[in-house]
């Protein structure tokens, strides 16, 4: 059985999404981004409250978040955030958000995290443990240009 | 010098806080009665973090909100939530919001919380500690009708 | 086939929708109700943009809202809001929502609607058309008490 | 008297913006973000509602957003928003945002918008007018970089 590398994550954009032009207020991209990502980690069976428990981290700390935007959506529309991990470094994640309404890409996302540890109430940046980024690695693909 | 009994929390009505019609996304509502309920504890000095500290509560859990809707806001309308305590039992608070804009009432709140302590993971509703009913019943005022 | 009176709407609980304690920040029980309230017209057949282009109302504007909290919820926990239309005046509709996890209800809230009209801006209730009416009584299920 | 050409939006960090690691949850950066480019077209006496009405455009549609995050924040932080206008291109606007807690940057985010048209419902990118592009560009500073 192949390995699914891409995970969805399905949702719908009600009135309340909305803004005075009837279209998405664009925060909430980031927050279908957000619950995609915990979808994405726990999908792949390394859900952030597992890593917490056997690393001693606190969640994964987010360093950089963008978003284009292709096409404004409207209440009703089905959305797909189909979410992949596109980069692993020394001591960061990075996946990227493709949104999808249909065959139209509505917009594109990334966020990058960190690997850290909490020290004296600080946190400090850590090198990713080899057995975590073997795991990780098999769930590597090119990040999509757009 | 006179108590303050009524604490005023002030706001701005902002574009990702409307809908589709151009006024205020309801819920939106509930965020600023809340955001005055934290308020309205800190200015009488009786911070939720001091009760927690002080007498082993989790917060004053929430059993009921409501609120009447009597005019429609819109973005860049300055909002005043006035918020008073109007009710205290064996073990609940009530607290009442106006929100005006001027001299316009726009809408009326209400939201009742009870004193409670952990036990085993529930929440157990207690009776008020005496010394802390006679603090509050300082604040106590008379529940406005509209 | 029997008329369905209640109408169902699912939702996860994401982590963004919840607040420092772990739970659920309590308006966004207001936004699901609110989703569950288009969904509930739209599955009756009565969505609100169809009423809206038949009699000329701007939406359906909210005059009152209430909830009970039963049970806080959680990340991940998956909710069903169920909406039933329980009283319908001669210028309103009130509609209930019991929100459960599983057997557990967790949230029993109410909206009360007016039917209205814009007349040079500013929103005047009227008289249902007993047409509406006609179609509303045939889905009104007696409000349950908690 | 010199222009004014970096517009502070200030704000206070509440409750529920906050997530179970009692941090701001990311997506409240973006809102705060758009509050504050709201209210910088407006201070600098370019309101979109202005610019709507005088070139027949449909606000400024967004074409990207990003956010770098440098410090955590929580309830009661008071912090300002810093926007500044720093590129202008043949048909899009470049803000950034530098969102700082007292002397510490807890946030830089920038946004690109485009100046656009609309045309039998789609939206057309058009240049900026160059009496637009005058104006903005007494405006105009430098990108600072972190």
Not at 9 to 29: H, Q, R
Not at 61 to 73: D, I, K, V
Not at 118 to 134: D, Q, R, T, W, Y
Request: with cysteine; glycine share 4%; proline share 3%.
């Amino acid at each position: 059985m192949s390995l699914e590398k891409t995970i969805k994550y399905k949702l719908k954009v009600e009135w309340g999404d909305c803004d005075p032009y009837g279209i998405v207020f664009y925060p909430n991209f980031y927050k279908w981004m957000d619950n995609a990502q915990w979808n994405y980690f726990k999908k792949i069976n390394q859900s952030i409250s597992k890593l917490e428990k056997l690393y001693n981290i606190k969640g994964l700390p987010l360093l950089h978040t963008e978003a284009r935007f292709l096409s404004a959506c409207k209440r009703e529309d089905i959305l797909i955030v189909e979410t992949s991990l596109v980069k692993i470094t020394n001591s960061t994640l990075k996946l990227q958000h493709i949104i999808k309404r249909k065959n139209t890409i509505v917009c594109v996302g990334a966020e990058i995290r960190i690997w850290a540890e909490k020290n004296n109430g600080k946190i400090i940046s850590k090198a990713i443990p080899n057995e975590v980024k073997k795991i990780f690695s098999k769930y590597l693909i090119k990040e999509k240009k757009y």
